[in-house]
């Protein structure tokens, strides 16, 4: 638990829960996946359906207004479509999201998603060459990803593609990402690369800054900023393109962080919860989920107290290198 004191004054208002629902992944990317120690949660460490479904009750009285349910790869976890529906039954006009590879989302599921209610998706996807793809991935599933897209383009629901920015892996295709945005009604955004410490001197090989990625941009489109209403708002800066369908965003934990803005929560396949990516601290809430003596008060007054405790500022640059989890863990 975090242990600095409460600051009324500092205390930040929580809207945004992103849980994870499996760490395991079928793809293997080059900035995500361990390399050494690689061990999965055991089924019965892993938060059960119901269990979800209570803590974002919780979460909705604890003043929550969007859910993303991500992994490891959602997709992944069985019956996972099954969750989608018990969340939306329970909830109706819930804001959910999803944020997935895209690999496992054939069309008829993506007609389910569409018809149990799901508007939103996030696909990651950091090249448009299949080779790459297999370098960065490790898996040779790139038309899967890209069949994907243009399959929920078509099924009209808003389609996010998230890409992490890879100096001399993805750097060059900046503009085709770009053209991308141009050409259909998606949202394109470029994520700046975290090292998460799978290995040490991957900053520098990878780094490659928001900024950059802008100028190269804006030399080939004009693009306008723009500000989301305020619940479709995120970590992302926005920008029109002028003239085109969709529009681009830019993602900068490292250049430009945006602790001071953060509004959410994450929790961990295992039902950790963590106020912040590089907290070093967590709330386990799955021995208070299974102790039938304790009811949901217990939980609403651990996650209102982790509300109060949020940490503010980020001592994310410093942490580079210092052993925090991947996003396969943390639910990215
Ligand atoms: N499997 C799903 C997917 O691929 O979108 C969800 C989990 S994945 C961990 C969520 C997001 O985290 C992806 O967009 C991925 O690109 C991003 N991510 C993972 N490791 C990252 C890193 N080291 N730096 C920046 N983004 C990272």
Do not use: W
């Not at 939103?120 to 040779?140: C, E, P, Y």
């Not at 394109?188 to 941009?217: H, P, W």
């Not at 039902?271 to 601290?281: H, I, M, P, S, Y």
């Not at 102790?291 to 410093?318: E, Q, V």
Request: proline share 3%; charged share 25%.
């Amino acid at each position: 638990m975090q242990h600095s004191s409460i600051n009324k004054k500092n205390v930040r208002r929580v809207s945004y829960l992103r849980i994870s629902v499996t760490d395991r992944c079928n793809l293997r990317c080059i900035y995500c996946s361990p390399v050494r120690n690689f061990k999965f949660f055991s089924h019965k460490e892993i938060l059960t359906f119901e269990e979800i479904v209570r803590l974002v009750r919780i979460g909705l009285m604890l003043g929550i207004e969007k859910v993303r349910l991500t992994g490891g790869e959602p997709f992944v976890r069985r019956n996972f479509l099954n969750l989608i529906e018990l969340l939306l039954g329970s909830f109706p006009g819930l804001d959910l999201r999803i944020t997935t590879n895209g690999t496992l989302l054939t069309k008829d599921t993506i007609l389910s998603l569409k018809k149990i209610g799901i508007k939103a998706i996030n696909v990651s996807l950091d090249t448009f060459d299949r080779k790459k793809f297999f370098k960065i991935t490790g898996m040779d599933l790139h038309h899967r990803v890209i069949n994907a897209i243009y399959d929920l383009i078509d099924a009209e629901i808003l389609t996010k593609i998230n890409i992490v920015a890879l100096k001399n892996i993805n750097q060059d295709e900046v503009l085709k990402f770009a053209k991308f945005a141009y050409e259909n009604p998606v949202h394109v955004r470029f994520i700046e690369f975290m090292d998460l410490s799978m290995s040490k001197d991957q900053m520098g090989t990878y780094f490659y800054s928001a900024n950059d990625i802008l100028s190269v941009i804006k030399k080939e489109y004009s693009l306008i900023k723009y500000e989301p209403k305020e619940n479709a708002k995120g970590p992302a800066r926005m920008y029109k393109i002028q003239g085109g369908l969709g529009k681009i965003g830019i993602i900068s934990p490292l250049s430009n962080h945006f602790c001071h803005t953060c509004n959410r929560f994450r929790i961990t396949a295992n039902g950790k919860l963590r106020t912040c990516l590089f907290a070093e601290k967590d709330y386990d809430l799955k021995p208070i989920l299974r102790n039938p003596k304790l009811g949901d008060r217990f939980l609403y007054r651990i996650m209102k107290n982790a509300m109060a405790r949020k940490p503010i500022g980020s001592k994310l640059i410093s942490k580079q290198g210092n052993g925090i989890q991947g996003m396969y863990v943390v639910g990215g």
